[in-house]
């Protein structure tokens, strides 16, 4: 298969969670990689460049099989499943995979989830019965993220068992344990969440739902409501699995952002809603590309609305599929623009990096409102967001006198 085919598999790829399998001639797997963004992360590899390694495996690469999941955290998980049964050598050569990390579940009355380095795994004098392990994963980052995400939908005790409490720990006053501190919960229901747990990381979560829903209506029909507002919570949790640490970014598995990384930059400038206008700049390997520069006119609001001026703007971006998807989109300005934005990604189902360059309450510093990629700094940012200040402004000025030489 040459680049051509592969750059038609590639730009069809849909913009969803998943996991993607490259293949060489031979159909031999030669690395396995998870993603939140399936199209971005894959097309990047063939749009950017990058060390001698990966090129080396780029230009290997005849086929690209891709997995779908519902969420970037099964993605991971199954990320993992998968290195694990076919050792790709792209992900294990050149790389200690001792450093992988593991989950391992404990055999004990309440069971423990531990996180174990590959070369503590046979560590002399390891005594720990294990019932469970799950790994390799290749990204810790990732990985404890996720490991938030679930304790937060099955609780699990950090204590040993022998440890004594004369009240509740911190942990169960912020409903990640389930008790097990104090004697709220038996052997028997602890090990019956973490039977779920296991079944999460083997890619069970449909099974865990409907077992779940069956439990619940048993509870109901025993007037037992409050353990059924429990499942019935635990459910609404796994089908809305909230992970925004995650989808703050397919960089977890720890790469730098590429040079050749493409920053999109925001602005909106109006007077008094009028004459309102966005800009939309784009930095390429770090110095704009002009001829990528966008114009909007607001169509939708005539009042002072920041806000809502910029999520019409994305919105329009959006729409254009032809047009290279970002590495960043930077909007000038703080949480609210930031969320506004992220509101219209969600709507397009759509998972990119969104950063905030603030002004700062007394409009002196350059606050940055989100997670910051390895291979971005601020002064880059800070040029971003000028240019497309500036822009912004010109097009504004431009319109009003248009406008003046109407009346």
């Not at 598999?9 to 913009?15: C, S």
């Not at 969803?16 to 399998?21: D, L, S």
């Not at 009240?167 to 912020?174: D, G, N, Q, S, T």
């Not at 960089?251 to 809603?273: C, F, H, K, Q, T």
Request: aromatic letters at 8%.
């Amino acid at each position: 298969m040459n680049v051509k085919n592969l750059e038609k598999i590639y730009k069809h790829l849909p913009e969803t969670p998943g996991v993607y399998i490259m293949k060489d001639a031979k159909n031999a797997i030669l690395y396995v990689g998870k993603a939140v963004n399936l199209r971005r992360r894959v097309s990047s590899y063939f749009q950017r460049p990058h060390d001698y390694r990966i090129s080396k495996m780029v230009s290997l690469v005849r086929n690209i099989e891709t997995k779908n999941t519902d969420t970037a955290i099964e993605a991971l998980i199954l990320e993992a499943k998968l290195i694990k049964k076919f050792l790709p050598p792209y992900n294990v050569l050149e790389k200690d995979d001792k450093s992988f990390l593991y989950v391992e579940i404990t055999k004990e009355k309440f069971p423990r989830i531990l996180l174990t380095r590959g070369k503590d795994l046979k560590t002399p004098g390891r005594n720990l019965k294990i019932a469970k392990q799950f790994g390799p994963f290749t990204s810790s980052s990732s990985l404890k993220e996720a490991l938030k995400i679930l304790r937060k939908i099955f609780p699990w005790s950090i204590h040993l068992p022998t440890e004594k409490f004369k009240r509740a720990c911190f942990e169960y006053e912020l409903g990640l344990c389930p008790g097990v501190c104090i004697n709220a919960i038996t052997s028997k229901e602890y090990k019956k969440n973490i039977s779920r747990l296991i079944m999460f990381f083997e890619g069970k979560k449909e099974a865990i739902i409907g077992s779940l829903k069956k439990e619940m209506i048993v509870l109901a029909k025993k007037t037992e409501f409050e353990k059924a507002e429990k499942l019935k919570r635990q459910i609404f949790a796994l089908n809305h699995i909230h992970e925004v640490a995650l989808i703050k970014e397919d960089y977890l598995d720890g790469d730098s952002v590429p040079v050749a990384m493409r920053i999109e930059g925001y602005d909106i400038s109006n007077i008094s809603g009028t004459s309102a206008v966005g800009s939309m700049v784009v930095f390429e390997n770090g110095v704009p590309a002009k001829g990528q520069y966008r114009k909007f006119r607001i169509r939708t609001i005539d009042t002072p609305n920041d806000v809502g001026m910029l999520k019409e703007v994305i919105d329009r971006r959006l729409d254009h599929k032809d047009w290279p998807i970002p590495d960043v989109l930077l909007i000038d300005g703080g949480a609210p623009q930031v969320n506004g934005v992220l509101e219209v990604l969600e709507e397009h189902s759509m998972r990119l990096r969104v950063l905030g360059l603030a002004k700062g309450p007394e409009r002196k510093n350059n606050d940055v409102i989100g997670i910051m990629p390895k291979g971005l700094d601020l002064k880059t940012l800070v040029n971003v967001r000028d240019e497309a200040h500036r822009f912004a402004i010109s097009y504004h000025r431009n319109l009003r006198g248009r406008n003046f030489l109407k009346r």
